[in-house]
């Protein structure tokens, strides 16, 4: 394959992994609250048997909503991954 072959089959490979991601961040965007207690449960279980005061304190405005959106675009790709890993196309 030439150069441009290669570049053309990147370009390609991306856009079908973005086409794969976008869905389902948008679904673990709805599944976050579940995602997020999955996340935080070993936190939550070293603050109860520690008498260490409360945790988690946020500097920024908008912390939670960033949280939120880099939860779900991770989880996206991670749903994604068997489409992402996968060969995309016949060539």
């Known amino acids: 394959m030439t150069l441009i072959e290669h570049l053309t089959e990147l370009r390609t490979r991306i856009i079908r992994s973005l086409i794969a ?3 389902r961040a948008v679904v673990a965007w709805f599944l976050y609250p579940h995602i997020f207690d999955l996340l935080i449960h070993p936190y939550r279980q070293v603050i109860e048997t520690t008498a260490s005061p409360a945790g988690a304190c946020s ?3 908008l912390e939670g909503l960033a949280i939120r959106m880099k939860i779900s ?3 996206g790709v991670m749903f994604a991954m068997p489409v992402i890993c996968t060969k995309c196309g016949n060539s």
Do not use: F, K, M
């Open 73 to 75: 675009a991770y989880g």
């Open 21 to 23: 991601i976008a869905p």
């Open 59 to 61: 500097n920024r405005s």
